[in-house]
T-cell receptor
Framework: GAGVSQSPRYKVAKRGQDVALRCDPI?????LFWYQQALGQGPEFLTY????????KSGLPSDRFFAERPEGSVSTLKIQRTQQEDSAVYLC?????????????FGPGTRLTVL | RKEVEQDPGPFNVPEGATVAFNCTYS??????FFWYRQDCRKEPKLLMS?????NEDGRFTAQLNRASQYISLLIRDSKLSDSATYLC???????????WGLGTSLAVNP
């Protein structure tokens, strides 16, 4: 099935390295969300795109985090100079429209471990 | 106070039991409410949206109390396959940002 896919599924980085996480949303979905989920916690909102426009990036924890969706489909979350506290599962979700009541469909996540 | 609060549990119940989870939210402007289910090491999946009038889907019933700012999820006749974490999700007022609770862990035992 053509669900949300994310790559890589697992990433181990040394502290200070840059990483790039990719999300392929469901084809035709307008909205795309990035979340960070630490162990034992619920997902924490990072940023939101409607098509190629980044409408909300209030959840990005620092300026080391950057997200883009240049053509309104695939999105990349980049983390520069990774720190140990960045270790988490990064979830991407998409929804059909921009309406707030739409179901969000999640990808399997990228588990990032920073050593 | 957290924006969305849930009892983390764990709730341990026998098969066939009825179990209820509550969730409170702080933003009175919130308009959309959901329960998501997350299995261990898996991504969250929508269980049900919560409507003002309350809604039922098989063994699952969701209720919304706007005056007290809480939502609830009732699971009847629990199955082993219901074992998971149940996440309460509320939108942050008039935008599309969703605020997630920590989740309530449920273990249904044979």
């Amino acid at each position: 099935g053509a669900g949300v896919s994310q790559s890589p599924r697992y990433k181990v980085a040394k502290r200070g390295q840059d990483v790039a996480l990719r999300c392929d949303p469901i084809s035709g979905h307008v909205s795309l969300f990035w979340y960070q989920q630490a162990l034992g916690q619920g997902p924490e909102f990072l940023t939101y795109f409607q098509n190629e426009a980044q409408l909300d990036k209030s959840g990005l924890p620092s300026d080391r985090f950057f997200a883009e969706r240049p053509e309104g489909s695939v999105s990349t979350l980049k983390i520069q100079r990774t720190q140990q506290e960045d270790s988490a599962v990064y979830l991407c979700a998409s929804s059909l429209t921009g309406a707030q009541y739409n179901e969000q469909f999640f990808g399997p996540g990228t588990r990032l471990t920073v050593l | 106070r957290k924006e969305v609060e849930q009892d983390p549990g764990p709730f341990n119940v026998p098969e066939g039991a009825t179990v209820a989870f509550n969730c409170t939210y702080s933003n009175s402007a919130s308009q959309s409410f959901f329960w998501y289910r997350q299995d261990c090491r898996k991504e969250p999946k929508l269980l049900m949206s919560v409507y003002s009038s309350g809604n039922e889907d098989g063994r699952f019933t969701a209720q919304l109390n706007r005056a007290s700012q809480y939502i609830s999820l009732l699971i009847r006749d629990s199955k082993l396959s219901d074992s998971a974490t149940y996440l309460c999700v509320v939108n942050a007022g008039n935008n599309r940002k969703l605020i997630w609770g920590l989740g309530t862990s449920l273990a249904v035992n044979p």
